[in-house]
C-alpha cells in the first residue's frame, strides 16, 4: 500500500509553483467563456473510447509525481479503461467541444467506488472518475463536470458527496469545497491498492450557492 506522505509534501511544492504562476483576470475570463460553450451529457455505453482515450491521456501524466512507477505500472490499467457499470449509470457525464471531441469525464453514483454490494445511502452519493485532457486544464472543465453531478443528486436527495482522491487530485476537490476527512485505499485487484484522502463535500449551503 502506497501512503502517498511523501508524494504530497513534493505536490504541495509543486502546486505553490503553480500558484506564483497563477493566470490574470483576463485569462480567467477566457477560460469562462470556454466553460460556457462546453457541452456537457450523459454518457453511454458508445463513449467508451472517447473517454478511455481522455483517462489514458490524463491519469498518467497526473499521477507520475505522486506514486512509485511500479504501482503505477499496475494500477494504471485498471484506470485508464471507461467503466462500463458507470457508462450505464445513466450519471456519468463526458464534456465536449462544439465539434464533439471529448476533453473530460466525470460522475458521481450512489455505490462506493472499489466496494460492491456495499450499503447504500439515499441522501450519499460518491463521485466517480473524474478526468480533464491535459490539453484542457484549467478551463473549468472539471468544475462544470461537477456542477453537473450536484445538480442531478440534489434533485434526488443527495445531502453531500464522498470522494476517495488521488493525491494529486486533492487540490482540485478541496477548491470544489470538498474537506479531507481521512486517508482511503482502493482495491483494485488482490494484492493491489492505491491509496489516498478521503473526502466529503455536503451539497447544502455550498459556498457557490446563490444567497
Same mark, same amino acid.
Given at each position: 500500500?502506497?501512503t502517498g506522505e511523501?508524494?504530497?509534501?513534493?505536490?504541495r511544492?509543486?502546486?505553490?509553483?503553480?500558484?506564483?504562476r497563477a493566470?490574470?483576470?483576463?485569462m480567467v475570463k477566457?477560460?469562462?467563456?470556454? =466553460?460556457?460553450r462546453?457541452?456537457?451529457? @450523459?454518457?453511454?455505453?458508445?463513449? =467508451?473510447e =472517447?473517454? $478511455?482515450? @481522455?483517462l489514458?491521456?490524463?491519469y498518467?501524466k497526473?499521477?507520475?509525481?505522486?506514486y512509485p512507477?511500479?504501482v503505477?505500472?499496475?494500477a494504471l490499467?485498471?484506470?485508464v479503461?471507461?467503466?462500463p457499470?458507470?457508462l450505464?449509470?445513466?450519471t /456519468? /457525464?463526458?464534456?465536449?467541444? #462544439?465539434?464533439?471531441t471529448?476533453v $473530460? %469525464?466525470g460522475?458521481w453514483?450512489?455505490?462506493?467506488p $472499489?466496494?460492491p454490494?456495499?450499503?447504500i445511502y #439515499?441522501?450519499?452519493?460518491?463521485?466517480r472518475h473524474?478526468a480533464?485532457?491535459?490539453?484542457?486544464?484549467?478551463?473549468?472543465? +472539471?468544475?462544470t463536470?461537477f456542477e453537473r453531478c450536484?445538480?442531478e443528486?440534489r434533485?434526488?436527495g @443527495?445531502?453531500?458527496?464522498e %470522494? /476517495?482522491a488521488? @493525491?494529486?487530485a486533492?487540490?482540485?476537490?478541496a477548491a470544489? $469545497?470538498?474537506?479531507?476527512?481521512?486517508?482511503?485505499?482502493i482495491?483494485?485487484?488482490p +494484492?493491489?491498492?492505491?491509496s489516498?484522502?478521503r473526502m466529503? %463535500?455536503?451539497l447544502?449551503?455550498?459556498?457557490t450557492?446563490p444567497p
Amino acid at each position: 500500500m502506497v501512503t502517498g506522505e511523501r508524494a504530497l509534501t513534493l505536490f504541495r511544492k509543486q502546486r505553490v509553483l503553480n500558484i506564483a504562476r497563477a493566470p490574470s483576470s483576463q485569462m480567467v475570463k477566457r477560460v469562462e467563456d470556454m =466553460a460556457e460553450r462546453i457541452v456537457v451529457r @450523459v454518457a453511454g455505453s458508445d463513449d =467508451a473510447e =472517447a473517454i $478511455g482515450a @481522455v483517462l489514458r491521456a490524463s491519469y498518467p501524466k497526473l499521477m507520475a509525481p505522486a506514486y512509485p512507477a511500479d504501482v503505477l505500472a499496475r494500477a494504471l490499467p485498471f484506470m485508464v479503461r471507461a467503466n462500463p457499470a458507470l457508462l450505464r449509470s445513466g450519471t /456519468y /457525464y463526458l464534456a465536449a467541444t #462544439p465539434d464533439g471531441t471529448v476533453v $473530460g %469525464c466525470g460522475g458521481w453514483t450512489f455505490e462506493r467506488p $472499489g466496494e460492491p454490494g456495499s450499503a447504500i445511502y #439515499p441522501t450519499q452519493g460518491h463521485i466517480r472518475h473524474f478526468a480533464t485532457h491535459p490539453n484542457w486544464i484549467r478551463r473549468g472543465i +472539471g468544475r462544470t463536470l461537477f456542477e453537473r453531478c450536484v445538480a442531478e443528486a440534489r434533485a434526488v436527495g @443527495v445531502q453531500r458527496f464522498e %470522494c /476517495y482522491a488521488s @493525491v494529486v487530485a486533492q487540490p482540485f476537490y478541496a477548491a470544489l $469545497g470538498f474537506v479531507t476527512v481521512g486517508p482511503t485505499t482502493i482495491e483494485l485487484e488482490p +494484492g493491489l491498492t492505491f491509496s489516498g484522502p478521503r473526502m466529503i %463535500c455536503h451539497l447544502t449551503n455550498r459556498a457557490t450557492d446563490p444567497p
